[in-house]
T-cell receptor, first 110, second 115 residues
Framework: SQQGEEDPQALSIQEGENATMNCSYK?????LQWYRQNSGRGLVHLIL?????REKHSGRLRVTLDTSKKSSSLLITASRAADTASYFC??????????FGPGTRLSVLP | DTEVTQTPKHLVMGMTNKKSLKCEQH?????MYWYKQKAKKPPELMFV???????INESVPSRFSPECPNSSLLNLHLHALQPEDSALYLC??????????????FGNGTRLTVT
């Protein structure tokens, strides 16, 4: 299975702090994507990093990918209460459906 | 607001009822998906339509029946469901033929409760 697995399962931080979530996977991938889901809502695509990329930025988000370790991390800097959500990684390979990891539940306390 | 619209937002149905979930997108995407999500779990893929043809059925029970009337619409017909089918049902769309791992655009889902 190429399923991504997030770590930690739950994370609680204060506003203004940085939040780091990790994702590990088992097989070769073409890309890895991160999604956010607010409670009871649909998932929102945050960022896609391709297998030949090592780091990508989008606003306060920074994603790294280490294909040798089959792992990725999502860093949210200067967190806000509005960042409270579940975050999922999804690994993809061409010709295969990508599969979501179990997710990290982030709570940002004011 | 999302560009994928799902109706209804909430649905309560008995085990003998027949109901339908609807999904609409106008982004010109040619791949559309149904996912099922239980509480505190990731979405699980049910069906994929690519260019209005069913391309993937992830061994979903026949009490769930998908339909893609045109490139913008996706339905999920429900019949004789079980209480364990209660979940959030998410529709998504993406560019391309599916399985190319383009980003998914999700609707906000239908919260289904089977009594």
């Amino acid at each position: 299975s190429q399923q991504g697995e997030e770590d930690p399962q739950a994370l609680s931080i204060q506003e203004g702090e940085n939040a780091t979530m990790n994702c590990s996977y088992k097989t070769s991938i073409n890309n890895l994507q991160w999604y956010r889901q607010n409670s009871g809502r649909g998932l929102v695509h945050l960022i896609l990093i391709r297998s030949n990329e090592r780091e990508k930025h989008s606003g306060r988000l920074r994603v790294t990918l280490d294909t040798s370790k089959k792992s990725s991390s999502l860093l949210i800097t200067a967190s806000r209460a509005a960042d409270t959500a579940s975050y999922f990684c999804a690994t993809g390979a061409y010709g295969q459906n990508f599969v979501f990891g179990p997710g990290t539940r982030l709570s940002v306390l004011p | 607001d999302t560009e994928v619209t799902q109706t209804p937002k909430h649905l309560v149905m008995g085990m003998t009822n027949k109901k339908s979930l609807k999904c609409e997108q106008h982004m010109g995407h040619r791949a559309m998906y149904w996912y099922k999500q239980k509480a505190k779990k990731p979405p699980e893929l049910m069906f994929v339509y690519s260019y209005e043809k069913l391309s993937i059925n992830e061994s979903v029970p026949s009490r769930f029946s998908p339909e893609c009337p045109n490139s913008s619409l996706l339905n999920l017909h429900l019949h004789a469901l079980q209480p364990e089918d209660s979940a959030l049902y998410l529709c998504a769309s993406s560019q391309g033929r599916g399985r190319t791992n383009s980003p998914l655009h999700f609707g906000n889902g239908t919260r289904l409760t089977v009594t």
